[in-house]
Nanobody
Framework: VQLVESGGGLVQAGGSLRLSCAAS????????MAWYRQAPGKQRELVAA????????NYADSVKGRFTISRDNAKNTMYLQMNSLKFEDTAVYYCYVDAVVDGYQYGYWGQGTQVTASS
């Protein structure tokens, strides 16, 4: 399974960006999906996650009310809509999926996309 991210960039604080993560490669079934981020000198942290069963989402406290995670099952694509961006949201953002391939479940990471919110 390959994950290709897009949508990162430079935006002024208060602005918006939408990240996309498209999954491809063979036959697979996506279970959970999530977005993580890693700022310079900091550990990678969970930003938002979306389960496949009940579709329930959860968010880091720092982004609640500003970010929205969603998925398009037909396109095997997940999104992260980011509104009211703050300087502290600046980081490399990574998508992550749990997928079942040939009966086994694996975790996959995207290549990362830079998001910079200028103050």
């Amino acid at each position: 399974v390959q994950l290709v991210e897009s949508g990162g960039g430079l935006v002024q604080a208060g602005g918006s960006l939408r990240l996309s993560c498209a999954a491809s490669g063979g036959t697979f079934s996506i279970k959970g999906m999530a977005w993580y981020r890693q700022a310079p000198g900091k550990q990678r942290e969970l930003v938002a996650a979306l389960g496949s069963g009940n579709g329930r989402s959860n968010y880091a406290d720092s982004v609640k009310g500003r970010f929205t995670i969603s998925r398009d099952n037909a396109k095997n694509t997940m999104y992260l809509q980011m509104n009211s961006l703050k300087f502290e949201d600046t980081a490399v953002y990574y998508c992550y999926v749990d997928a079942v391939v040939d009966g086994y479940q694996y975790g996959y990471w995207g290549q990362g996309t830079q998001v910079t919110a200028s103050s």
